[in-house]
Nanobody, 124 residues
Framework: QVQLVESGGGLVQAGGSLRLSCAAS????????VGWFRQAPGKERQFVAA???????AYLDSVKGRFTISRDNAKNTVYLQMNSLKPEDTAVYYC??????????????????WGQGTQVTVSS
């Protein structure tokens, strides 16, 4: 079983940057896809970005060019660099792992383990 812990959230002004981290323990997730989702109050949990074991990527259209997902397998950590943040990026951000081996998983039900989330608040 994998335990995931997100960190790096906080309060930032519009146009600012944050880097979220997702650290795994329990076992390596170097052979797993890892995704980031977010959930704003009153809204569904939404796919943001994912990276596969072979370094394929996928992003939500509204974050393309602003967010970058990366992984450091030696540290068993995945990062989400978020630049040019907007108030509409405000949400709780969750990371999750998927055992999918083909394609880039973008649906919630393709993920097996989830972290507890980290709050990101972007002020206008």
């Amino acid at each position: 079983q994998v335990q995931l812990v997100e960190s790096g959230g906080g309060l930032v002004q519009a146009g600012g940057s944050l880097r979220l981290s997702c650290a795994a323990s329990g076992r390596s997730f170097s052979r797993n896809a890892v995704g980031w989702f977010r959930q704003a109050p009153g809204k569904e949990r939404q796919f943001v970005a994912a990276i596969t074991w072979s370094d394929d990527y996928a992003y939500l259209d509204s974050v393309k060019g602003r967010f970058t997902i990366s992984r450091d397998n030696a540290k068993n950590t995945v990062y989400l660099q978020m630049n040019s943040l907007k108030p509409e990026d405000t949400a709780v951000y969750y990371c999750a792992t998927s055992s999918l081996r083909v394609g880039v998983p973008a649906a919630r039900n393709q993920y097996d383990y989830w972290g507890q989330g980290t709050q990101v608040t972007v002020s206008s």
